[in-house]
């Protein structure tokens, strides 16, 4: 996969990225003559979580870019131990300049959905909308929290040698994300990614990206949520064991006190990260909600492969896992 180099608030930083046309699953450039969505991921996960919103032909009428922030996946640089929602809307923002981006859409999942509002509250002209699946609260609550803080302590123990801890780091993450210990293709593909990544000279930066940038947050004031221009989508996904309904209804309220246009879905049953478990019913709501907003028409597309098949493939991918999009 391709990447760009950025220069960050701590040295240069190489995005790593995927575009996919219609006619291109790893285009080199996008289609300008059509809407661009920019995928923001969430903590743990890489790229390849959105597998079934790229190789779904109704969003692949647009262009889809997804880019691998700070300390994940294939992306290489320092994280910095400051690391906030500030710095990485900034990182996005320089990315859409370096490959010459007009004006997207922003899907984010959960710290990507933060890193999308951020984005459009510093950068408004950047911002055509932003899509939150599964946002954060304002604050993040104590439990938590505490949740994530064990995470990070059980990794550093597997790091240090005691293999035992690993195992509880990965379950505790897909209990987060998938309300289960369950390991997926998703996260057999992430693991040696994250060896890799957080290493025993990286812990500074795992805990930047994975405890801190969560529980440092402070919410937004009424004066800085009205810095948004664009209209927002909040996804709540109806099976978070994290974040109940309650926290995006606060969120909704305090976007419509600023005077924010926004607007609330439910999928029910799904989880933190539901993309992954219910990308049908996500994967319209994004679709029906950009095709919305935009003016010209978009042809539609037959077929779409997804540029991560092959890799999630080795990691134990099969066809009981792909949602059929057929029908």
Same mark, same amino acid.
């Given at each position: ?6 220069k ?17 699953p ?26 079934q ?10 262009n ?19 690391? %906030? ?6 990182d ?12 997207c859409h ?9 890193i ?5 509250i ?6 055509? %909308? ?21 995470? +990070?302590e ?26 289960? %210990? ?16 957080? %290493? ?42 994290? +974040? ?47 095709s ?23 990691c ?7 949602e059929?999009?057929?029908?």
């Amino acid at each position: 996969m391709p990447s760009v180099k950025v220069k960050t608030n701590v040295g240069s930083l190489h995005i790593n990225y995927t575009i996919s046309t219609p006619k291109n699953p790893s285009a080199k450039s996008i289609d300008k003559d059509l809407p661009t969505i920019v995928f923001l991921h969430p903590v743990y996960m890489g790229q390849e979580i959105y597998h079934q919103q790229f190789a779904d032909p109704q969003l692949r009428k647009f262009n889809l870019i997804v880019m691998e922030t700070r300390g994940h996946g294939d992306t290489s640089g320092k994280v910095g131990k400051t690391f %906030s929602r500030v710095e990485a809307a900034d990182d996005v923002k320089k990315f859409m300049e370096a490959l010459r981006l007009p004006p997207c859409h922003i899907v984010g999942l959960s710290m990507g959905a933060c890193i999308g509002l951020q984005t459009a509250i510093t950068y408004p002209e950047k911002v055509l %909308s932003v899509t939150m699946i599964s946002p954060l609260p304002l604050e993040e609550p104590e439990d938590v929290a505490a949740g994530r803080t064990e995470i +990070y302590e059980c990794w550093l123990e597997g790091i240090q040698g005691d293999k035992s801890a690993l195992k509880d780091a990965l379950y505790g993450a897909c209990q987060l994300g998938f309300n289960s %210990s369950n390991s997926s293709m998703i996260t057999t593909r992430m693991y040696p990614q994250a060896l890799k990544n957080w %290493s025993l000279k990286n812990l500074e930066d795992f805990r930047a990206i994975s405890v801190n940038f969560f529980v440092d947050r402070k919410a937004h004031s009424t004066e800085t949520l009205a810095k948004v221009k664009c209209p927002i989508h909040l996804i709540h996904c109806g099976g978070d064991i994290a +974040y109940p309904y309650e926290y995006v209804a606060e969120l909704q309220q305090a976007m419509q006190k600023a005077g924010v246009d926004v607007h609330v879905s439910t999928v029910a049953d799904a989880p933190h990260f539901g993309p992954v478990t219910h990308p049908k019913e996500i994967n319209s709501l994004c679709h029906d909600w950009v095709s919305d907003l935009t003016r010209q028409p978009v042809p539609p597309v037959a077929h779409a492969a997804s540029p991560f098949h092959a890799t999630l493939t080795k990691c134990g991918l099969d066809a009981d896992d792909e949602e059929d999009f057929s029908s």
